[in-house]
């Protein structure tokens, strides 16, 4: 962790009922995948959550309605920012894996898919953000890599026994134009370097050194309220938009 805290915005990402039986004791609940996002402005373009498969999550009551599933880590952190039901203590209904949170459907903000699934990453780091990332193939070079290796590989579906249906048809939503890059930077960018699979860390960091810095810079969104505006225009209003409407929360670490 670095010395300047880091300013996350929670999407909170609705597990849609009813329950499957690992989540039972919800049942009746507004619950919430968490997931820690640095571009509110790419939510148009969501098309599944991803989880790291033997990570270790809970759900925990963040108010008198709403329950959120992420790390116990990141729960303590929220709980200390006026996010947990008892005033700096964790309230934990539910222990989970994240095994048990695969092919959840879920009902994200903004996104232009109505339903999307909850899917295995395997790069997911435990010791930032939640442990729940929301995936924009179009914008993040892992996303795409990640979502590919799934599509790409029926025996990794097979592993962590995800269906087809939850990741085919697959389609990139285009949302954010970058001249140098197109309508899907992060897919270009991963064509382009060769990049194989969600593994290879050198040439990802490369893809999302050039597709960060270029899509703040010179992008502009294709979708939206903010059609048409730079995204550097459109991230802030986008962003007081999600926690206005009580769709997101902030979160830092
Ligand atoms: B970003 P930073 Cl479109 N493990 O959101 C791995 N990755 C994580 C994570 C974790 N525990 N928590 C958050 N992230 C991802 C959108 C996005 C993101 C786009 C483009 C780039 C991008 C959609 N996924 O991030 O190390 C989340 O993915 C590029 C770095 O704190 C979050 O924002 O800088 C970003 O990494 C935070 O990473």
């Known amino acids: 962790e670095g010395v300047q805290p880091q300013e996350y915005v929670l999407i909170k990402m609705e597990v849609i009922p009813p329950f499957p039986a690992k989540l039972k004791a919800l049942e009746g609940r507004k619950v ?50 006026k996010l947990s039901k008892v005033p700096e203590k964790l309230s934990c209904l539910l222990k989970l894996s994240g095994h048990d949170l695969i092919g959840l459907p879920l009902s994200s903000p903004l996104a232009f898919n109505e339903v999307i699934y909850s899917l295995p990453m395997l790069t997911i780091l435990t010791d930032k953000g939640t442990g729940i990332v929301t995936s924009v193939p179009s914008d993040s070079p892992d996303d795409y890599m990640a979502l590919k290796d ?19 048809p697959y389609e990139v939503v285009p949302i954010i134009n970058i001249p140098e890059f197109g309508d899907k930077s992060a897919e270009k960018v991963c064509i382009d370097l060769k990049i194989k ?28 309220e903010f059609q048409g505006r730079k995204v550097q225009e459109a991230k802030p209003l986008i962003k007081n938009k999600l926690l206005e409407a009580g769709m997101a929360v902030l979160y830092s670490e």
């Open 150 to 168: 799934l599509v790409s590989k029926p025996a990794l579906r097979e592993k962590y026994g995800v269906k087809d249906e939850w990741v085919l």
């Open 32 to 81: 919430f995948l968490a997931a820690a996002t640095l571009r509110p402005e790419t939510m148009y373009g969501q098309t599944n959550c991803w989880v790291l498969p033997d990570g270790n999550y809970g759900a925990f009551e963040i108010n008198d309605t709403d329950v959120f599933i992420l790390t116990e880590r990141a729960a303590l952190n929220l709980a200390y920012q």
């Open 197 to 224: 699979s969600q593994n290879d860390k050198e040439k990802l960091a490369e893809a999302k050194r050039l597709t960060y810095l270029k899509g703040f810079t010179d992008g502009s969104m294709l979708v939206g």
